[in-house]
């Protein structure tokens, strides 16, 4: 009998050893970048629907490996820094030269570029990014209000192996307003657990089981309720191997 329980403690003791506590910390000692800017100078569709985008960018080198790259343990873009692109709030397409084409669906696309460290954390710098409405197809589309509060989902994304899947970037982009203690803030749920930001910055993921991630960002008032914007919330799935 003794054996028995023995071996039940046992049991219980493993099992417990494999349920990890996600948590996420804030993730700081990146190159600031903050005489960085990025502006749209150019858009125009071609003959094959096409959107054809040109930027200005200042003091900041695309294709360049950032600073701590490697030593801060998050997946890296071996191409170096580049730009996200975010239509509608899906995921991102990341763009290593400042003239380059997208295909659009139809419709009007509210279309978020910002600069990215190589490591695909945001600039957030208020010169960093360009926020523009673009139509694409015949039919008249009702415009969004470029002056509502936006919140944008960039990372984690995609399949993470390896090294990799130990610490996750968790990075966001919002314009037209600020977080605070006292102010608005985003809840972060990632899967069953749920954090509550107040500063905007990057934080690591950390704790992640094997598996499908479920990872939904909410922009809130100040009261806790939902800010009521286009593309808010948003959930977003990611694989860990």
């Known amino acids: 009998m003794k054996n028995i329980s023995f071996i039940l403690i046992l049991s219980l003791i493993v099992g417990c050893s494999d349920q990890s506590t996600i948590n996420i910390t804030k ?19 071609d003959e094959n629907s096409n959107n054809n985008f040109s930027f200005n960018v200042e003091n900041y080198e695309l294709g360049l490996q950032t600073e701590g790259a490697i030593e801060n ?3 890296n873009s071996a191409q170096g820094q580049h730009i996200h692109m975010i239509v509608n709030n899906g995921p991102y397409s990341a763009h290593y030269t400042s003239d380059f084409s997208k295909e659009l669906e139809q419709g009007n696309n509210l279309i978020l570029f910002f ?10 710098n208020p010169n960093a990014f360009s926020l523009i409405q673009v139509s694409s ?33 968790l990075d966001f982009y919002l314009v037209n307003t600020e977080i605070s203690a006292e102010g608005n803030k985003v809840r972060a749920t990632i899967n069953d657990s749920e954090f ?13 089981s094997i598996g499908e991630v479920t990872i939904k960002l909410e922009l ?19 694989t860990l191997k």
């Open 27 to 45: 993730f700081e000692g990146s190159p600031e970048f903050s005489n960085s800017i990025l502006s749209l100078s150019q858009t125009a569709e």
């Open 73 to 75: 343990s998050l997946a």
């Open 115 to 124: 600069l990215s460290r190589s490591f695909h954390e945001s600039v957030k």
């Open 137 to 169: 197809g015949v039919q008249e589309y009702e415009p969004y209000d470029l002056e509502s509060e936006f919140l944008f989902y960039s990372r984690p994304k995609g399949v993470y192996e390896g090294d990799d899947i130990k610490k996750l970037l």
């Open 196 to 208: 509550m930001i107040d500063e905007w910055v990057p934080y690591y993921i950390e704790g992640l």
């Open 220 to 238: 809130l008032d100040s009261n806790g309720e939902l800010i009521d914007s286009p593309f808010n919330p948003v959930v977003r799935k990611v």
